[in-house]
């Protein structure tokens, strides 16, 4: 039985301009961001008073999300409506729909969502569709290196390595929390990449290019780690798979 948790959603606007982050740095705030999810607010207000809007602000406590927007909005798409184009060195390129997804097999787990900035969200339950088996469904071409991911707000984009993105708990959800994924939360349909940090888990998931090289995000781009892993080490492969 799928656990869910309570939560409140706390609507934020993240302004598009960003504080370049190098991994210096990254690991700095990553370590803090323990000591914020053991010791609470003062913490975590240093975090926002320090590193302000480029890094999401003033952090919430306790068991919440802190509800992130590249472009100051959240595209609503309805379910009817939705498409997965899955394109690039692939041997069936395809759309998916909803219903499509819906129809492949299920998995569901539950894990902690954790956000770099140190606010975390524990025992939330997720369903969706395998990233793998999507993958397996349009045939990845031996050149393929990469997968480029991008969103309906036209701004963010995420990336994973061929072997990242077959990892077993990285999925394309439709539901978490025990309900279907809200429009706030990046529904109908987001990437959620358990392993590593929040940032790397795309909202609003729109198309998948398969690549032949490994192409930076949106944060990616503003400074943050290519891999975001949980522990805080930034290489290709995850060093420490318990995490989560």
Not at 105 to 111: D, L, Q, R
Request: hydrophobic share 40%.
């Amino acid at each position: 039985m799928l656990r869910t948790t309570s939560v409140d959603l706390v609507s934020a606007q993240e302004p598009t301009k960003r504080v370049p982050v190098g991994r210096r740095v990254f690991l700095g705030v990553t370590g803090l961001a323990a000591l914020g999810v053991a010791f609470g607010g003062s913490i975590q207000n240093f975090l926002g008073n320090a590193f302000g809007s480029g890094l999401g602000g003033l952090l919430p406590g306790g068991d919440r999300f802190r509800i992130y927007s590249i472009t100051g909005e959240y595209p609503k798409i309805k379910d009817s409506d939705y498409r997965l184009k899955v394109s690039g060195l692939v041997h069936h390129p395809k759309t998916f729909t909803l219903d499509d997804l819906k129809a492949m097999p299920v998995t569901s787990f539950t894990k902690t969502f954790q956000c770099v900035t140190g606010w975390r969200v524990p025992d939330v339950a997720w369903e969706g569709v395998l990233l793998s088996d999507i993958m397996d469904a349009v045939g990845i071409r031996d050149e393929a290196v990469a997968l480029t991911f991008e969103s309906y707000d036209r701004s963010d984009t995420e990336s994973l390595t061929i072997d990242q993105a077959r990892l077993s708990d990285v999925i394309v959800a439709y539901r978490m929390l025990g309900a279907p994924v809200t429009t706030e939360h990046g529904g109908p349909v987001r990437l959620y990449v358990a392993p590593m940090f929040g940032y790397k888990s795309l909202k609003w998931l729109s198309a998948i290019r398969v690549v032949d090289r490994v192409q930076p995000g949106f944060w990616e781009q503003n400074g943050y780690p290519v891999n975001g892993w949980l522990d805080g080490t930034t290489g290709p492969t995850n060093p420490d798979p318990s995490l989560t």
